[in-house]
């Protein structure tokens, strides 16, 4: 991973924000994975300063050593106090006098409490509101990045073959998660993207419905949606297969949402808005008299964390770039009934899109 080269472009993205006068000079970075992302560290606790050709990562005691060793690169300053707030003192004493910073990942206490280090005449004016710039950096892959979560994605297809083999009507939903979870773990897994979602007959309805004590049937869906963290980037994929006898309509719901998931993977390539890519499995599934089922939006970014930029929605116009790595996960909830949903991670190629979690998506029946 070249972090210089991403607190370059951290720094570059900077420019133009604030005045001509009072130019923002410095960039203070808290959210925990905009720091492992520009410095590589993992720990719990730290705070990123850039500006002026440097960076400096704030953490306490606890992360001396691996500090070090993470942030090659960058100058670590271990702390007593609160890493944030020993940063802001710092930026203040280097004579910055305009600071940068990211609204949707600061509080409005922390602010405040930002403000407060500050000598009053710096008070009002030093932390500037500059928008996702790490976030928006983040959303498109580099090499190393993809080979990363190009292995993420198949170590959860491996989880779900192995899940296909142990799924039997009367187990629990929770020991379904359970034996997928330790197999996870077995797999290289650092931990689990989110709470992995089992849920089968009625409860395949709910589009995130948690494991639970209830039992596989001996007749309906099971939806299997997980996902895994290796070397920090989240995969994420759900399967929904069908236990025992098919009744008509499960079939066509079913292929109903395949086919629109199919034409959302067929739409994605670079400078393809995210809104069209969302529009071709919703037309799939409006053609189907299906649409008003379809609740949720079409896909999302995923990498360091499981949610990330873009989002795949209706009407959004946001461009797909080569790089990008996102979800496409239509799905059908019938209140009640039952649910479908299948997704898979798409990397952006330069003429369109590659699928990175290849298990099987036609009609499986155990
Ligand atoms: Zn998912
Ligand atoms: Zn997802």
Redesign the pocket.
Known sequence: MDFRARQRRAVRALKGSGTAEHPVEALLVTHLPDVRYLCGFTGSSGALVLGAGKATLYTDGRYTVQAKAEAVGTKVEIVSKSAVLTACEAIAAAGVTRCGFDAAQTTVASLEAMQKTMPAKLRKAMFQPVGPIVARLREVKDKSEIEIIRRAALVGCGLFDKALGMMRSGMTEVAVAAELEHAARLAGAERMSFDTIVASGERSALPHGHASAAKLPKRGFVTL?F?VVIDGYCS???RTVHMGRALEDELRVYDAVLEAQEAAVAAIRPRVSVGEVDEAARSVLRRAGLDQYFTHSTGHGLGLEIHEQPRLAAKQTQLLERGMVV?I?PGVYLPGRFGVRI?DMVLVTATGGEVLTPSVKAWTQL
Do not use: F, I, L, P
């Open positions: 949606d996902g994420d994929m759900t979800t996960e997704e």
